[in-house]
């Protein structure tokens, strides 16, 4: 027998409307934080660092050449927007540091870190327009994966099925399921 899913009408702006402001915690973004730094192993020369850099210029600087995080030489030690579940020490020390300020050293995983807070950006919503596309293809395969819960449901309610025990036992070896003999302790 031939047959095929229905394929589900896709989503009007209305639905899309709706199923955004029904899952609107869905569409916010954390608060991030943008920092520089500089990660080194001895607390003492993480102190050396901080009196001497006093500007962003200066920091960037010293991060190409001192950075012990890997990758971050090359970006002069920007770690871009950070958010608290990536960067948990980073960012609850950022949050105490005022923008444009240089502070630490923060101890992270038995090395330091001098950090550079650059902005700071509070939780926001993210507008329907922007997020208008991935509501379609969020919608649509809810919707798809809906019509296929469906029409699996109806063809086994269609399916008659029919058990015949004798052909069912003659593909079991007994022999491998007969309980194994015990021996006294």
């Known amino acids: 027998e031939n047959d095929s899913l229905p394929y589900p009408d896709p989503p009007d702006d209305g639905e899309l409307r709706q199923y955004y ?3 609107i915690t869905d569409y916010i973004k954390a608060p991030r934080i943008r920092i520089f730094e500089i990660m080194v ?30 990758g971050k030489r090359a970006s002069s030690g920007d770690m871009g927007y950070i958010m608290e579940k990536y960067y948990p020490d980073l960012y609850k020390a950022a949050e105490d540091i005022a923008v444009g300020d240089i ?20 939780e926001e919503t993210q507008d329907f327009i922007s997020v208008k596309s991935k509501l379609k293809r969020t919608l649509d395969r809810e919707r798809r ?6 029409w699996v ?5 269609e399916a008659s099925i029919e058990i015949i025990e004798d052909n069912l036992r003659a593909t079991i070896d007994a022999a491998r399921y007969e309980p194994a003999e015990t021996t006294g302790g």
């Open 21 to 23: 402001e029904d899952h």
């Open 41 to 70: 192993s001895k607390f003492t020369d993480a102190k050396k660092l901080k009196r001497s850099v006093n500007s962003i210029k200066q920091f960037k600087e010293a991060a190409k050449e001192y950075t012990e995080r890997a």
């Open 145 to 150: 994966h809906k019509v296929l819960e469906e």
């Open 153 to 157: 449901e109806q063809k086994k309610n």
């Open 103 to 122: 502070g630490g050293p923060v101890p992270i995983n038995g090395k330091f870190s001098l950090i550079y807070v650059a902005d700071k950006r509070a």
